[in-house]
């Protein structure tokens, strides 16, 4: 599975947009990006993935760019409860589905 | 409401007395997994499973077992704890075989072996 490198921390204003950055320039063709974020030290919690189109869900929009090699997470509204841990990961959808967290980034949203 | 449970949530134990932390989900998943959390080393795959009676080992698979006798159910059974085994355990399920992009995590199990 590819590697990823994100920021140690990032701090937000409560209602901005949350712009959350993960490099991956090794990534395989066939392989998705994930990101998941952990708050406190609860379980782990799916945010979104994509493969190379930009996605949106209720929660998160995940913009990657046309070579790959980056992806962005967005929390479009932040709020205070979007204080976690957010960690992209890179892999391929079948076989074992390890995901390999890595360090992550600490976002903290600001009152 | 769709969910992984862990119990127990928080064990204090002592050397070499065997302990199981029982993991079960409601979704009819075929995939689960274990993984242990420790600062600064972020989540480590022990043992996975992609169906009942199919386990493999993960990447830190040492002291610890498991068995897959039913689909919702996936016990870790740590035969002899050992110190270094104090971590923060979490189960994971999905559907499996590509089906789903997401994977749905317990509320993790604190154990500490002194």
């Known amino acids: 599975d590819a590697k990823t490198t994100q920021p140690t921390s990032m701090d937000c204003a409560e209602g901005r947009a949350a712009n959350l950055p993960c490099n991956h320039s090794?990534?395989?063709?066939?392989?998705?990006v994930y990101w998941y974020r952990q708050i406190h030290s609860q379980g782990p919690q799916y945010i979104i993935h994509?493969?190379?189109n930009n996605e949106t869900n209720e929660m998160a929009s995940l913009i990657i760019t046309e070579d790959r090699k980056s992806s962005t997470l967005i929390l479009p509204h932040a709020t205070l409860r979007d204080t976690a841990v957010y960690y992209c990961?890179?892999?391929?959808?079948?076989?074992?589905?390890?995901?390999?967290f890595g360090t992550g980034t600490r976002l903290t949203i600001i009152p | 409401e769709a969910q992984v449970t862990q119990n127990p949530r928080y064990l204090i134990t002592v050397t070499g007395k065997k302990l199981t932390v029982t993991c079960s989900q409601n979704?009819?998943?075929?995939?689960m997994s274990w993984y242990r959390q420790d600062p600064g080393l972020g989540l480590r795959q022990i043992y996975y499973?992609?169906?009942?009676?199919?386990?493999d080992k993960g990447d830190v698979p040492e002291g610890y077992k498991v068995s897959r006798k039913e689909k919702r159910n996936f016990p870790l059974i740590l035969e002899s704890p050992s110190p270094n085994q104090t971590s923060l355990y979490f189960c994971?399920?999905?559907?499996?075989?590509?089906?789903?992009?997401?994977?749905?995590f317990g509320p993790g199990t604190r154990l500490t072996v002194t």
């Open positions: 979704m009819n998943h075929e995939y």
């Open positions: 994509g493969l190379k």
């Open positions: 990961i890179v892999r391929v959808a079948f076989g074992n589905e390890k995901l390999t």
């Open positions: 090794t990534i395989s063709g066939n392989e998705y």
């Open positions: 994971a399920s999905s559907l499996g075989r590509g089906r789903s992009y997401e994977q749905y």
């Open positions: 499973s992609m169906n009942v009676e199919v386990t």
